[in-house]
T-cell receptor
């Protein structure tokens, strides 16, 4: 069965420091991996995806993620955090090309401190 | 509008009542998804429409839940005999499945509270 794990409920980081939000997955076959962000009173917004190709994926707002097949991980990263990055981040996996029947993780709340 | 629109934004009802939640997707998007997000959890897939037909309804928790999309645009999620456990935020999303960009566009959700 497919699953996604986000082991940290909350991540705190100082503004200007690099940030990492962790995600591991379990899926049979080739994974399609995604990160979404949820700001208060806003809908989920797409950040980036990995389908195939280069293991380092660049997305919106300066975020990037690294696909690691051997560790079944897809950690979200940003070199320099901003206070405005504070939000709830969700990792998701789909095992089916062309559909968005995602399995979401439980979310990680990122708090960037000024 | 430019985005996915969901109404009502908030709905409070009593146990046993019937509820309808509406989703208006982005114009031209053929694929429409419903997810449910309970407190402290990630969204859970409910049902997916491609055009007017439900392509996959495997996430609907039981037969009290039903969704329609009669003209391939607006969709309505219907919940009969509501229970307190149905309380959650119901999210709708759409995509231009022809492009297969991997991006779903989500609405802000309808928060359902069953007393």
């Amino acid at each position: 069965a497919q699953s996604v794990a986000q082991p940290e409920d909350q991540v705190n980081v100082a503004e200007g420091n690099p940030l990492t939000v962790k995600c591991t997955y379990s899926v049979s076959g080739n994974p399609y991996l995604f990160w979404y962000v949820q700001y208060p009173n806003r809908g989920l917004q797409f950040l980036l995806k990995y389908i195939t190709g280069d293991n380092l994926v660049k997305g919106s707002y300066g975020f990037e993620a690294e696909f690691n097949k051997s560790q079944t991980s897809f950690h979200l990263k940003k070199p320099s955090a901003l206070v405005s990055d504070s939000a709830l981040y969700f990792c998701a996996v789909s095992a089916t090309s062309g559909t968005y029947k995602y399995i979401f993780g439980t979310g990680t709340r990122l708090k960037v401190l000024a | 509008g430019a985005g996915v629109s969901q109404t009502p934004s908030n709905k409070v009802t009593e146990k046993g009542k019937y509820v309808e939640l509406r989703c208006d997707p982005i114009s031209g998007h053929t694929a429409l998804y419903w997810y449910r997000q309970s407190l402290g959890q990630g969204p859970e897939f409910l049902i997916y429409f491609q055009g007017t037909g439900a392509a996959d309804d495997s996430g609907l928790p039981n037969d009290r839940f039903f969704a329609v999309r009669p003209e391939g645009s607006v969709s309505t999620l219907k919940i009969q005999r509501t229970e307190r456990g149905d309380s959650a935020v119901y999210l709708c999303a759409s995509s231009d499945s022809g492009r297969n960009t991997g991006e779903l566009f989500f609405g802000e959700g309808s928060r359902l509270t069953v007393l």
